[in-house]
């Protein structure tokens, strides 16, 4: 399995909404997210391990799908970072 972070960026005027799909979709969904939402920054995080990003997008409502951004993220050490960087370059 993979680690994969979700970001769903949406506006104060559809934040209820999005709310409400979720807990539609899924009770335990909000349990799994951080929100910046009192902060005035509409938008939600979740890190989720998944075997695929396919799956993560499965995780989430039909509805608000297309407004999630997903990323297969990882864990380096100061070594493994210099080597990533350096096969990057």
Not at 36 to 51: M, T
Not at 59 to 80: G, K, Q, T, Y
Request: aromatic share 6%; with cysteine; glycine share 4%.
């Amino acid at each position: 399995m993979a680690e994969y972070m979700i970001e769903l960026r949406h506006t104060a005027e559809n934040c209820s909404q999005i709310l409400d799909e979720m807990m539609d979709y899924d009770d335990e969904l909000l349990d799994m997210f951080t929100w910046g939402c009192k902060s005035g920054e509409h938008i939600g995080w979740a890190l989720v391990e998944a075997d695929n990003k396919e799956e993560v997008g499965e995780m989430l409502p039909p509805a608000i799908r297309d407004m999630a951004h997903i990323v297969e993220v990882n864990r380096f050490n100061a070594e493994e970072m210099r080597r990533q960087h350096e096969q990057v370059s």
